[in-house]
């Protein structure tokens, strides 16, 4: 079997030349962004660390925080031999102790890598586009075991290290990994997820696999001790993260950890039959077995950090002249090439040939997209919410009249019509609209009769008709393993004749596009195929069934969205950021498109007097009493004493408490949710939202629709796409393969004025210090899943304590909940900000089960089914079920936010949503903060004034003070004394515009 690979630019500049921001006397003169101060942090506990021991026993390696440190048995001060760039984890000694092999994401994969133990001598030794984690050594030293998923799943995997050879060692169809050798190297333990019995495997020297225990629960690191008797693997169950030992001959088991100890998911170290060491609680511990108690091996790491410092960008927030709509969605041409329909500010438009102007053929207070050409261009397919959800409607372009084609439970988007006029597809949403995943389905026109034809997929795109209507071609996730979900999108071709499903792919491990409306396209004449590939619209060749039958042709050198052919074949229509442009598929001459679209914010103008009987401004811990807050136009004049007579609208609110307008600080949207979306927001006093990964057209849609007026919505602060690396998972990310493909990446944010970038999970720290770079330049914060070291770099904020990590385990937070000082330390010091999204990860089902009324609040009942709420309960009560310690693990959560607040870190409010239900959520996560020990106040401050701050509009919004937005929310009750008061909402006020709660809750 052989294995191609490449080695882009990026990588190689990362073997040359890399920022050593961890050394003890740091220079900052290779970091292109400059930094005029620095401090050091010294780490005392590293959360989810693995150990090994060298051969002598004199010395210990250990990763913290993505560096691989070598420190004496005894403890004291550990010296970094690796740079911290490469995510370097799971450190495994040679049997000559002049060595370490460790897995590495140096070059944006997982690769096996060793360094010489005073860190000179730094060498890869896989390569290619697979995972290679876990190394091992053999006892003589000339080999060493791995996992990858080299072959379709995780298996167990052998390194000649003279020659370089591979070869595979397991090959069943599940995964088998964390390999380790017995002393005399004649046996191999590893973990498998058989079906037929997963547990703890031995691989014998001629090839035969022995199931030692089946073991129920998450299982991992597996290690012998010294004379081979024995294993012990950690285990992760319902009843915690523990350690345990089997006897080899028998199958007895011991429990080796104490009841309470949080084990991390790593190798123990054996120093002989019954003495050994593993890391837990933050520390490395030794003991012996079946004696009570350890002694813990301290350890300092010492990291250096940088005060950031940069120009953030200027928001000008108060009323403008016309400026150009950028959030024009998915725009096709018509079958004749003459017409142009696309979605933008609530409306479907048409843009003809020769005329600049387009025209908008809805007009309607509800949200109209995804508009797609009849194959005689007579009609137009698209989706409305005009009966409440996201249906399906006709327009005849003739006669004018529109129709509902399919009125069902679930939200629909992406229709597509049959080249031969007589069905059109789309997707039906699952009832929870998370993420956008669809199940394929068709209408008979003539019948009406609908039929599914593929089950549910995974935000997939788009689909697209065979010429001859027989195979429907979409983007959907091929993953490597089960193991991880990360995958390459790839053209799957789905028949409707009963034939079996089929991948194809113009480029292998090169994914497709965002997902969505990027491809694959199919030609009108069956013979092409168009889609998007490292930013640039390509073209390949076709039989009728979609199989590629020759080379891809590249039709630009610009980025490109969301193509369409004309109905010869020979042009395809395409978006160029924010300018359309036709592409002609023979000559290559390319040509724009004008069109002159505007928008405006919607100004207030009238005067307002909010009596308020208290304030909370967002700065102080107490209440202003018996105010009146004037409001001219959008911004606040004044705060001053009560008084009667005033002019203006006066609101009175003398029994009442304001407060300033809410921050969701992390939630995804999509169209699918309808014109409902903003409304839902305001109602639960939410006046501004962070959305951290979107499509950006999509998003730009939103801020314009809700900053003009056209839909009631709050302020709009949103990036494009998960800017992720070789891998991704979510149908909104951007697969980023090259340096040319980021600099395009990063002009578009310019370009469409993105308020933040998000780089995602696979995305590797060169690269990532890029992105940094040069939205510091342009002003742009930039946030991640990382904490260490992208605050080396001064990346400016972290999603989630917990979330998704490439490596399976977290660097911020345990199995069991738990975070360590490390963490608390680099945050505090390092001024990062963090959105933790506690009720995504626990939050929102323990605040139910201990706060049934969560389910009553009269915004929740407006907006969300008694289906929708059975199935949120029946989660709740499921989980509850399954993990015994549940409410107890969120507990060491929620402490974890009090401790990073005591400890002076920047933290704010986000969820997540939809993974919990939009408004509800935010609510829920001050519940959660709250209810684990943070004050009412501080929580506050956290939706308010700080998240302002992180979103880099503090002079504008967060607080209540003259000067500012008027961004104002009138409750009933007492949220500085019971933050549940906070959802008690009677009128919301944004940017000036008064709302009652009243109007939110009501359809237009």
Same mark, same amino acid.
Request: glycine share 8%; charged share 20%.
């Given at each position: 079997?052989?294995?191609?690979?490449?080695?882009?630019?990026?990588?190689?500049?990362?073997?040359?030349?890399?920022?050593?921001?961890?050394?003890?006397?740091?220079?900052?003169?290779?970091?292109?962004?400059?930094?005029?101060?620095?401090?050091?942090?010294?780490?005392?506990?590293?959360?989810?660390?693995?150990?090994?021991?060298?051969?002598?026993?004199?010395?210990?390696?250990?990763?913290?925080?993505?560096?691989?440190?070598?420190?004496?048995?005894?403890?004291?001060?550990?010296?970094?031999?690796?740079?911290?760039?490469? $995510?370097? %984890?799971?450190?495994? +000694?040679? *049997? !000559? @102790?002049?060595?370490?092999? #460790?897995? /590495?994401? &140096?070059?944006?994969? =997982?690769?096996?890598?060793?360094?010489?133990?005073?860190?000179?001598?730094?060498?890869?030794?896989?390569?290619?586009?697979? $995972?290679? %984690?876990?190394?091992? +050594?053999? *006892? !003589? @030293?000339?080999?060493?075991? #791995?996992? /990858?998923? &080299?072959?379709?799943? =995780?298996?167990?995997?052998?390194?000649?290290?003279?020659?370089?050879?591979?070869?595979?060692?397991?090959?069943?169809?599940?995964?088998?990994?964390?390999?380790?050798?017995?002393?005399? @190297?004649?046996?191999?333990? #590893?973990? /498998?997820? &058989?079906?037929?019995?997963?547990?703890?495997?031995?691989?014998?020297?001629?090839?035969?696999?022995?199931?030692?225990?089946?073991?129920?629960?998450?299982?991992?690191?597996?290690?012998?001790?010294?004379?081979?008797?024995?294993?012990?693997?950690?285990?992760?169950?319902?009843?915690?993260?523990?350690?345990?030992?089997?006897?080899?001959?028998?199958?007895?088991?011991?429990?080796?950890?104490?009841?309470?100890?949080?084990?991390?998911?790593?190798?123990?170290?054996?120093?002989?039959?019954?003495?050994?060491?593993?890391?837990?609680?933050?520390?490395?511990?030794?003991?012996?077995?079946?004696?009570?108690?350890?002694?813990?091996?301290?350890?300092?790491?010492?990291?250096?950090?940088?005060?950031?410092?940069?120009?953030?960008?200027?928001?000008?927030?108060?009323?403008?002249?016309?400026?150009?709509?950028?959030?024009?969605?998915?725009?096709?041409?018509?079958?004749?090439?003459?017409?142009?329909?696309?979605?933008?500010?609530?409306?479907?438009?048409?843009?003809?040939?020769?005329?600049?102007?387009?025209?908008?053929?809805?007009?309607?207070?509800?949200?109209?997209?995804?508009?797609?050409?009849?194959?005689?261009?007579?009609?137009?397919?698209?989706?409305?919410?005009?009966?409440?959800?996201?249906?399906?409607?006709?327009?005849?372009?003739?006669?004018?009249?529109?129709?509902?084609?399919?009125?069902?439970?679930?939200?629909?988007?992406?229709?597509?019509?049959?080249?031969?006029?007589?069905?059109?597809?789309?997707?039906?949403?699952?009832?929870?609209?998370?993420?956008?995943?669809?199940?394929?389905?068709?209408?008979?026109?003539?019948?009406?009769?609908?039929?599914?034809?593929?089950?549910?997929?995974?935000?997939?795109?788009?689909?697209?008709?065979?010429?001859?209507?027989?195979?429907?071609?979409?983007?959907?996730?091929?993953?490597?393993?089960?193991?991880?979900?990360?995958?390459?999108?790839?053209?799957?071709?789905?028949?409707?004749?009963?034939?079996?499903?089929?991948?194809?792919?113009?480029?292998?491990?090169?994914?497709?596009?965002?997902?969505?409306?990027?491809?694959?396209?199919?030609?009108?004449?069956?013979?092409?195929?168009?889609?998007?590939?490292?930013?640039?619209?390509?073209?390949?060749?076709?039989?009728?069934?979609?199989?590629?039958?020759?080379?891809?042709?590249?039709?630009?050198?610009?980025?490109?969205?969301?193509?369409?052919?004309?109905?010869?074949?020979?042009?395809?229509?395409?978006?160029?950021?924010?300018?359309?442009?036709?592409?002609?598929?023979?000559?290559?001459?390319?040509?724009?498109?004008?069109?002159?679209?505007?928008?405006?914010?919607?100004?207030?103008?009238?005067?307002?007097?909010?009596?308020?009987?208290?304030?909370?401004?967002?700065?102080?811990?107490?209440?202003?009493?018996?105010?009146?807050?004037?409001?001219?136009?959008?911004?606040?004049?004044?705060?001053?004493?009560?008084?009667?007579?005033?002019?203006?609208?006066?609101?009175?609110?003398?029994?009442?408490?304001?407060?300033?307008?809410?921050?969701?600080?992390?939630?995804?949207?999509?169209?699918?949710?309808?014109?409902?979306?903003?409304?839902?927001?305001?109602?639960?006093?939410?006046?501004?939202?962070?959305?951290?990964?979107?499509?950006?057209?999509?998003?730009?849609?939103?801020?314009?629709?809700?900053?003009?007026?056209?839909?009631?919505?709050?302020?709009?602060?949103?990036?494009?796409?998960?800017?992720?690396?070789?891998?991704?998972?979510?149908?909104?990310?951007?697969?980023?393969?090259?340096?040319?493909?980021?600099?395009?990446?990063?002009?578009?944010?310019?370009?469409?004025?993105?308020?933040?970038?998000?780089?995602?999970?696979?995305?590797?720290?060169?690269?990532?210090?890029?992105?940094?770079?040069?939205?510091?330049?342009?002003?742009?914060?930039?946030?991640?899943?990382?904490?260490?070291?992208?605050?080396?770099?001064?990346?400016?904020?972290?999603?989630?304590?917990?979330?998704?990590?490439?490596?399976?385990?977290?660097?911020?937070?345990?199995?069991?909940?738990?975070?360590?000082?490390?963490?608390?330390?680099?945050?505090?010091?390092?001024?990062?900000?963090?959105?933790?999204?506690?009720?995504?990860?626990?939050?929102?089902?323990?605040?139910?089960?201990?706060?049934?009324?969560?389910?009553?609040?009269?915004?929740?009942?407006?907006?969300?089914?008694?289906?929708?709420?059975?199935?949120?309960?029946?989660?709740?009560?499921?989980?509850?079920?399954?993990?015994?310690?549940?409410?107890?693990?969120?507990?060491?959560?929620?402490?974890?936010?009090?401790?990073?607040?005591?400890?002076?870190?920047?933290?704010?409010?986000?969820?997540?949503?939809?993974?919990?239900?939009?408004?509800?959520?935010?609510?829920?996560?001050?519940?959660?903060?709250?209810?684990?020990?943070?004050?009412?106040?501080?929580?506050?401050?956290?939706?308010?004034?700080?998240?302002?701050?992180?979103?880099?509009?503090?002079?504008?919004?967060?607080?209540?003070?003259?000067?500012?937005?008027?961004?104002?929310?009138?409750?009933?009750?007492?949220?500085?004394?019971?933050?549940?008061?906070?959802?008690?909402?009677?009128?919301?006020?944004?940017?000036?515009?008064?709302?009652?709660?009243?109007?939110?809750?009501?359809?237009?």
């Amino acid at each position: 079997m052989t294995f191609s690979f490449k080695l882009p630019l990026w990588v190689c500049l990362i073997l040359v030349s890399l920022l050593l921001c961890y050394t003890p006397d740091p220079s900052f003169a290779n970091n292109p962004t400059s930094f005029a101060d620095s401090l050091k942090v010294t780490l005392t506990e590293g959360t989810n660390m693995a150990i090994s021991i060298s051969p002598d026993r004199k010395w210990l390696a250990l990763d913290v925080q993505g560096t691989i440190w070598v420190l004496s048995v005894t403890g004291g001060e550990a010296h970094p031999v690796t740079d911290a760039f490469g $995510d370097n %984890r799971q450190p495994a +000694w040679s *049997p !000559d @102790g002049s060595q370490i092999a #460790f897995q /590495s994401f &140096r070059d944006g994969t =997982y690769h096996i890598w060793t360094v010489k133990k005073d860190g000179s001598g730094l060498k890869q030794q896989t390569f290619g586009v697979y $995972d290679d %984690r876990e190394p091992h +050594w053999a *006892p !003589d @030293g000339k080999s060493l075991v #791995f996992s /990858s998923d &080299r072959a379709d799943n =995780y298996d167990i995997w052998q390194l000649d290290m003279k020659s370089g050879k591979i070869i595979q060692l397991t090959t069943d169809i599940a995964n088998d990994y964390c390999p380790a050798y017995n002393a005399e @190297g004649t046996r191999i333990v #590893f973990i /498998s997820e &058989r079906s037929t019995g997963p547990g703890v495997y031995v691989r014998e020297d001629n090839g035969k696999e022995n199931l030692v225990s089946k073991v129920d629960g998450k299982l991992s690191a597996p290690a012998w001790n010294s004379t081979g008797t024995h294993i012990s693997y950690n285990a992760f169950s319902a009843q915690g993260s523990f350690l345990e030992q089997i006897r080899v001959s028998d199958g007895n088991k011991l429990i080796l950890s104490d009841p309470q100890e949080d084990v991390f998911p790593f190798r123990a170290e054996w120093l002989s039959a019954d003495e050994f060491l593993y890391s837990a609680d933050g520390q490395i511990k030794r003991r012996k077995v079946g004696k009570k108690g350890f002694k813990s091996i301290p350890f300092k790491a010492i990291v250096t950090i940088p005060k950031r410092s940069y120009a953030r960008k200027r928001y000008s927030l108060d009323n403008h002249g016309p400026m150009a709509v950028k959030g024009i969605k998915g725009p096709v041409v018509s079958p004749d090439g003459r017409r142009i329909a696309f979605a933008a500010l609530s409306d479907i438009w048409i843009l003809e040939n020769g005329k600049a102007e387009p025209m908008a053929i809805t007009h309607d207070p509800y949200l109209d997209v995804d508009p797609a050409w009849s194959p005689d261009g007579s009609r137009l397919v698209y989706v409305s919410d005009r009966n409440g959800g996201m249906d399906l409607w006709m327009r005849n372009l003739k006669t004018g009249k529109d129709s509902c084609l399919v009125d069902l439970p679930d939200d629909l988007n992406f229709p597509a019509w049959s080249p031969d006029g007589t069905k059109i597809a789309f997707y039906q949403g699952d009832p929870r609209n998370a993420w956008g995943r669809g199940t394929l389905s068709l209408i008979n026109l003539s019948s009406g009769k609908i039929e599914k034809v593929h089950e549910s997929l995974f935000v997939p795109s788009q689909p697209s008709w065979s010429a001859d209507n027989k195979t429907i071609a979409i983007s959907s996730l091929q993953v490597y393993s089960s193991r991880y979900r990360e995958g390459v999108s790839e053209i799957l071709l789905v028949s409707l004749d009963g034939k079996p499903d089929r991948y194809v792919s113009p480029v292998p491990d090169n994914t497709l596009a965002m997902r969505g409306k990027n491809g694959p396209v199919w030609s009108p004449d069956g013979s092409k195929m168009a889609y998007i590939l490292d930013g640039l619209l390509w073209m390949v060749p076709v039989d009728i069934s979609g199989n590629l039958i020759g080379p891809p042709k590249r039709l630009t050198n610009e980025l490109a969205e969301v193509p369409s052919w004309t109905g010869d074949s020979q042009r395809i229509v395409f978006l160029a950021t924010d300018t359309l442009k036709q592409v002609s598929v023979t000559d290559g001459k390319i040509e724009v498109i004008p069109m002159h679209l505007t928008w405006q914010y919607k100004q207030p103008s009238e005067r307002v007097v909010v009596h308020a009987g208290q304030l909370f401004n967002g700065l102080s811990a107490t209440y202003q009493k018996d105010v009146d807050i004037v409001i001219e136009g959008n911004r606040i004049k004044e705060i001053v004493p009560h008084q009667t007579g005033r002019t203006g609208k006066v609101i009175d609110a003398s029994d009442k408490t304001v407060i300033p307008g809410l921050f969701e600080m992390h939630t995804h949207q999509y169209a699918m949710t309808g014109e409902k979306q903003g409304r839902l927001w305001l109602s639960y006093g939410i006046t501004s939202i962070r959305e951290p990964g979107a499509d950006p057209y999509d998003a730009l849609e939103r801020k314009e629709s809700w900053a003009s007026g056209v839909r009631k919505g709050p302020r709009q602060f949103f990036t494009g796409g998960l800017t992720d690396g070789s891998r991704i998972y979510y149908g909104l990310a951007t697969s980023i393969h090259s340096e040319a493909h980021l600099e395009l990446e990063l002009k578009r944010s310019i370009r469409l004025e993105y308020d933040l970038i998000k780089t995602y999970v696979r995305m590797p720290d060169l690269m990532q210090q890029r992105i940094t770079t040069f939205a510091h330049a342009h002003g742009i914060p930039v946030s991640s899943h990382e904490i260490y070291p992208a605050m080396c770099y001064a990346v400016d904020a972290v999603e989630h304590i917990g979330g998704t990590s490439r490596r399976g385990y977290s660097p911020k937070i345990s199995a069991v909940n738990r975070t360590y000082q490390d963490v608390i330390e680099l945050l505090a010091k390092s001024e990062m900000n963090i959105t933790p999204t506690a009720a995504l990860q626990g939050g929102f089902h323990a605040m139910a089960a201990k706060y049934p009324a969560l389910y009553e609040n009269r915004q929740y009942t407006t907006f969300y089914s008694p289906e929708f709420t059975a199935s949120m309960k029946a989660s709740t009560g499921q989980i509850a079920k399954l993990y015994p310690g549940f409410l107890t693990n969120f507990a060491s959560l929620q402490s974890t936010v009090k401790r990073l607040i005591a400890a002076g870190a920047h933290v704010t409010t986000g969820t997540d949503s939809p993974f919990v239900p939009y408004g509800t959520s935010l609510h829920t996560e001050l519940q959660c903060w709250v209810d684990g020990g943070v004050t009412p106040f501080e929580a506050l401050r956290s939706a308010t004034l700080w998240a302002a701050e992180a979103v880099g509009v503090s002079k504008d919004l967060g607080s209540v003070e003259p000067g500012k937005l008027a961004d104002l929310v009138i409750v009933t009750g007492d949220p500085l004394t019971q933050i549940r008061d906070a959802w008690n909402v009677e009128t919301v006020i944004k940017n000036g515009e008064v709302y009652s709660l009243e109007e939110l809750l009501k359809r237009p």
